[in-house]
């Protein structure tokens, strides 16, 4: 299967604790994105990466909230302190090299998180 | 600022007619538009997009338009069938940005 994969797809965690979010993109595709689904809500970005590098954070929340996308593995979505709030779907998204024209982005399936 | 939106929450349509999805935009600066489909507890499925220089995009049932200057973009679905039943979501991009923003979807329901 060579499609976009995050892990886990769902996880449960408490009041203050952190929480990991796992993507593995496309084979080759170098551009990672992560979204966030709120209920009843649209996604909404909030980091865009290559490897090594964080390329717009912008939708990334100023505290608790980072992204990082290795020269090998995976990227990982880092949560800190987790609140109720955080309770949502978080999608990851890959895409090919910009010079390749593509600007399709390819959705992985999704970690739902829940915060007790 | 939601510079996407989808006005219609939900749409019912019977097997076999055509189902037609409108999105409207706010930013000029949006050059590049896409559709999802997406089915509950899975992640958005790629539809079809379009450039903004063009103003039609055609991939078997489905079909994108794309008028500029009103900022509107539309898709056609034809014939809708029951496995068209799903969230649709209007996404739009500046090539150079990378992100998308996306509208709050709409639900589509093909009933027999």
């Known amino acids: 299967n060579a499609g976009v994969m995050q892990n886990p797809r769902h996880l449960v965690r408490r009041r203050g604790q952190e929480a990991r979010l796992r993507c593995s993109p496309m084979?080759?595709?170098?551009?990672v994105y992560w979204y966030r689904q709120l209920p009843e809500e649209g996604l909404k970005f909030m980091v865009y990466?290559?490897?090594?590098?964080?390329?717009?954070e912008s939708g990334m929340p100023k505290e608790r909230f980072s992204a990082e996308f290795p020269k090998e593995g995976p990227s990982i979505l880092r949560i800190q302190q987790v609140v109720r709030g955080d309770s949502a779907a978080y999608f990851c998204?890959?895409?090919?090299?910009?010079?390749?024209?593509?600007?399709?982005?390819?959705f992985g399936p999704g970690t739902r998180l829940t915060v007790t | 600022d939601q510079q996407v939106k989808q006005n219609s929450p939900s749409l019912s349509v019977q097997e076999g007619r055509i189902s037609i999805l409108n999105c409207d935009y706010t930013?000029?600066?949006?050059?590049?538009f896409l559709w999802y489909k997406k089915y509950p507890a899975e992640g958005p499925t790629f539809l079809i997009s379009?450039?903004?220089?063009?103003d039609k995009n055609e991939d078997g049932r489905f079909t994108v338009f794309l008028n500029k200057s009103a900022k509107h973009l539309s898709l056609h679905i034809v014939p809708s069938q029951p496995g068209d039943s799903a969230v649709y979501f209007c996404?739009?991009?500046?090539?150079?940005?990378?992100?998308?923003?996306f509208g709050a979807g709409t639900q589509v329901v093909v009933t027999p």
């Open positions: 998204a890959s895409s090919a090299p910009s010079g390749l024209q593509s600007y399709e982005q390819y």
């Open positions: 379009i450039s903004s220089i063009k």
């Open positions: 996404a739009a991009s500046g090539a150079s940005w990378g992100k998308l923003q």
């Open positions: 990466l290559q490897k090594e590098n964080i390329i717009d």
């Open positions: 084979k080759g595709h170098s551009h």
């Open positions: 930013n000029s600066m949006f050059d590049y």
